[in-house]
């Protein structure tokens, strides 16, 4: 199936705002920063809260693209690069090592860096550091000098096209001394304007022992809660079309990266709006019966079946730009030195989900 897409040629960015209420009642549950808590601010138009950050959504536009039950991409998707991870069966490192039998552990898909996942990179055991050689060959002639980037936007789409759509940092001083970056091409956050604080709460019972010492978890123990009001919330949708033509892939790329940008939005307005078991959102279709750009104008965003229809054969067009890769990471999982450290320094990553 072709989709049309002439329309979006002469314009540099693919910009949604997307009208957004509760599934049920009028309050939600926004999204909360360590040491701060709801993000508010003030605009013209009054009291202003963050419900979803940047870094949130990309986690939650990958997982889209995620068939948990088979820990592997969608069918639909089969043929597009990723790499796997995965983990050796045994108590210890030497035993897991030595099995040939091994579990699923990660994907670039499922994480937050992507292709600078730590368990692909940190490690030293066989295939990792076969994978880092691998990169520091192919990315070979960029560790002096202007980033060539198309050499780099060609190695992403051959391990990991997602890096391509929401950004990549290599930080490993190994790869070019840590300068080897891609800014994301898709950008999603969600905003509420008009807000107002619902304070509530309740209380854990603990009907045997009341009066039970709380920090050991018994006890009744009354909390508070505040969730919010909004006069409307929407969804805010930037596909960075200048950003992918940039990257100097062809034509059969391009098309690939922004069928695929289209794909993670469709199925995200379609359903995957469950930010928190608080915060459950759908689209407003009183305020938009079909979900349609501000830029270009009148660009409407096709239904999961064109999109999928049009992504089979984007694949097929670049199936010999991509590889699916496989690596195993058998190390012991060891707990940080400064636990609370760690906590904070997570919070502070650039793709650290913030919930």
Not at 2 to 20: D, G, H, M, Q, Y
Not at 29 to 53: D, H, M, N, R, Y
Not at 268 to 293: H, I
């Amino acid at each position: 199936m072709t989709l049309e897409l002439n329309s979006l040629k002469a314009s540099p960015r693919l910009l949604f705002e997307v009208p957004l209420r509760p599934v049920q009642g009028q309050r939600f549950q926004p999204t909360g920063f360590p040491g701060l808590g709801a993000a508010t601010f003030q605009t013209e138009k009054g009291a202003c809260l963050l419900v979803e950050s940047a870094q949130s959504m990309a986690n939650r536009l990958e997982l889209t693209c995620w068939d948990e039950t088979k820990q592997d991409l969608k069918p639909a998707l089969a043929g597009l690069s990723h790499v796997r991870v995965t983990r050796g069966i045994g108590k210890d490192e030497a035993t897991r090592r030595k099995s040939k039998e091994t579990k699923f552990l990660t994907d670039t898909v499922l994480e937050p860096h992507r292709i600078n996942s730590p368990y692909l990179l940190k490690s030293k055991n066989g295939d990792n550091e076969a994978f880092l050689n691998q990169l520091k060959q192919e990315l070979g002639g960029l560790e002096e000098g202007p980033i060539d980037r198309r050499l780099l936007s060609q190695k992403f789409l051959k391990f990991d096209i997602g890096s391509l759509i929401h950004g990549a940092f290599l930080a490993q001083g190994e790869l070019a001394g840590g300068r080897l970056r891609l800014a994301r091409a898709l950008t999603a956050f969600i905003e509420a304007d008009g807000v107002k604080v619902a304070a509530s709460g309740g209380v854990k019972n603990d009907h045997v022992n009341p009066q039970g010492s709380a920090k050991d978890g018994f006890g009744n123990v009354p909390f508070a809660r505040d969730e919010y009001t909004a006069e409307s919330i929407t969804l805010y949708v930037n596909i960075d079309l200048g950003q992918i033509r940039g990257y100097g892939l062809g034509e059969h790329a391009e098309q690939l990266l922004i069928l695929l940008s289209l794909y993670k939005l469709r199925v995200l307005v379609d359903g995957a709006l469950r930010l928190r078991t608080a915060c459950d959102l759908e689209v407003d279709s009183s305020k938009a019966p079909q979900v349609v750009a501000t830029r270009p104008e009148k660009f409407e965003l096709p239904s999961l079946a064109e999109i999928e229809g049009a992504l089979f054969a984007a694949i097929a067009a670049c199936k010999s730009s991509m590889i699916v890769t496989e690596v195993r990471f058998d190390d012991e999982l060891k707990k940080g030195k400064d636990e609370a450290k760690n906590a904070q320094a997570d919070d502070s990553e650039e793709e650290a989900e913030d919930e």
